[in-house]
């Protein structure tokens, strides 16, 4: 019973994750556009991810001002 609790609690931490950065990225998209166009286009992710890594910390801040 404890492997397939872990295994529960394993697949909804991926979901989660995983939610919040297809989000995020869809956020990403709709502000910036400009970012997103240029690293597909360079095929350089390094821009995207400093982008989406603000995007994520900006959420986090209103969440612990909400808080």
Same mark, same amino acid.
């Given at each position: 019973? @404890?492997?397939?609790?872990?295994?529960? /609690?394993?697949?909804?931490?991926?979901?989660?994750?995983? %939610?919040?950065?297809? @989000?995020? %990225?869809?956020?990403?998209?709709? %502000?910036?556009?400009? %970012?997103?166009?240029?690293?597909?286009?360079?095929?350089?992710? /390094?821009?995207?991810?400093?982008?989406?890594? /603000?995007?994520?910390?900006?959420?986090?801040?209103?969440?612990?001002?909400?808080?």
């Amino acid at each position: 019973m @404890g492997l397939a609790r872990v295994s529960v /609690s394993l697949f909804a931490t991926i979901g989660i994750i995983s %939610t919040i950065l297809a @989000g995020a %990225t869809i956020w990403l998209l709709l %502000t910036d556009p400009v %970012t997103v166009a240029d690293a597909v286009s360079q095929g350089n992710v /390094s821009p995207l991810v400093s982008e989406l890594a /603000s995007a994520l910390l900006a959420a986090f801040r209103g969440l612990l001002k909400y808080l």
